[in-house]
């Protein structure tokens, strides 16, 4: 680390220590192996960034003085290894990982965690077209208010490494979502430094936001705790990531009372049971369908007509029983499609 030029550089003052992640390729006949070479990968925003010095870049809820020109704070700046257990809470369980949200460290508070499945060098590509997939999860711990989250999201494989950018997705970087995310600390080479706010409503007075929002389209496959859940297509036009802002062509609005000025559709189309009537097929004991005192299998189906998707459904697995959503008041259906969505916005409109 003695180059005077770091440009986003990934560097090694903390060892990258992870645990070990596979996906599994199965077949209809229930023959399943290993999908390549499998990972996980932290993303850039819960790393220390630093320059050569070890000075921070960025500190509690805002940008060190190196980091007043975006550009020259990405030149500066490296994005370090992670211990994931010790400064996150992310640990490997049979299976999978258990994610904490409030890690204490040496050096203060750890909150949350946003991992990345990657393949090889390079986020895995998930191509679900006439396919399902299928993951169990553990909520009884996740109180109301909290959202435990798997997702697609339409970022660059390669974290769009190049240029200033020299750390990719082996450093978390080149995040987007559905939502325009305004927090993201590095995009395309460049700290979103400019006028940064920081959140006055975090309790723990980590995380702000930039001038620059990062819209892509988005798929929730599963947000919940143990009370309520829901799965949420954010479809976008265009495709792939646009970098929004208040001033420029794409603005990004936001989340409270301009949420449809950006490419992206915030509120997306979504299943969700409670809000659907079904008060009790979802929730903690034994009256509830699905249980969330216990493991849930959790399988999604993306199916197609002409080529293209026209359905998503799903189910949950528990207690080798499948539990499929029911009909709601406004419509016949019980999966996203075309039909269900434009009945859900009359609906709820």
Known sequence: MGSLVLAQDTCSSKTESKPDFSVMDCSGNGQCSAHGSTGIVFDANWRWAHDSSSQNCYSGDAWASICSDPVACAQKCCLDGVDYAGDSGVKGVSGGVQ??????????????????????EKYMQFNMLDREIAFDVDVSALECGMNGAVYFVEMSPDGELGGDNKAGAMRGTGYCDGQCARD???????????????????????????SEGYCCAEFDLWEANKISTAFT?????????????????????????????????????DINAYRNGQTTFYGPGSNFQVDTTKKITVVTQFFTSGGDLSEVRQFYVQNGKAIAHSSPDFSDGFSITDDFCNAQKKSFW
């Open 99 to 120: 994610l904490g949200f409030v890690t204490q460290t040496a050096y203060g508070k750890s909150v949350g965690s946003r991992l990345y499945v990657t393949e090889g």
């Open 184 to 210: 993201i600390k590095f995009s395309e080479g460049h700290a979103n430094s400019k006028d940064w706010v920081p959140n006055t409503a975090d309790p723990y007075s980590a995380t702000g936001s930039g």
């Open 233 to 269: 297509a954010h479809p976008q036009i265009p495709t792939k990531k646009v970098t929004c802002t208040e001033t420029g062509s794409v603005k990004c609005g936001n989340q409270q009372d301009d949420r449809y000025v950006a490419p992206s559709d915030r509120d997306g189309c």
